[in-house]
């Protein structure tokens, strides 16, 4: 009976360390995609496809702070060499090179706070979205892969 007990607690363990990894992983995406759909949000005016919005703007910026703040977490050991949904999975560089990943973190930190409060209208946001997508495009490039 009791080697039962044992192996159900194991299996327990096993069960709800693979739910927190999932959990950890789709954590990360949700940030992922946020910043991905206020980027694209902010490129559709910069493109003239949407008319400038200030309240857009603010909350663009909103979740690229909410995203700085939580990045430091965001990508566990316990995740990596886990498949992602989309066409993009985490390069084992986040953890083999967590300073250079720090620093990609502060760098667009940095970039954003910088640019807040700086964005009033149309020609300031265009002037300032592309520095802020080369921060994204620079840290994507090393730290995702394209999967395929």
Same mark, same amino acid.
């Given at each position: 009976m009791k080697r039962i007990v044992v192996v159900v607690a194991t299996l327990l363990l096993g069960v709800g360390a693979v739910m927190a990894q999932q959990d950890a992983l789709k954590n990360a995406q949700t940030y992922m /995609?946020? @910043? %991905? /759909? @206020? +980027? %694209? +949000?902010l490129a559709a005016m910069v493109k003239g496809e949407k008319p400038y919005d200030q309240a857009t703007v603010d909350t663009a910026f909103a979740q690229f702070e909410d995203t700085i703040k939580n990045l430091p977490t965001l990508f566990p050991e316990s995740i990596k060499g886990l498949t992602l949904e989309g066409d993009y999975n985490t390069s084992s560089k986040i953890w083999e090179d967590k300073a250079g990943f720090s620093e990609h973190i502060a760098s667009f930190g940095k970039v954003v706070a910088d640019a807040k409060g700086k964005i009033t209208d149309l020609d300031t946001l265009k002037a300032t979205l592309p520095v802020i997508g080369k921060q994204c495009g620079g840290c994507h490039e090393t730290y995702r892969v394209k999967k395929g």
């Open positions: /995609k946020g @910043n %991905g /759909k @206020n +980027a %694209g +949000a």
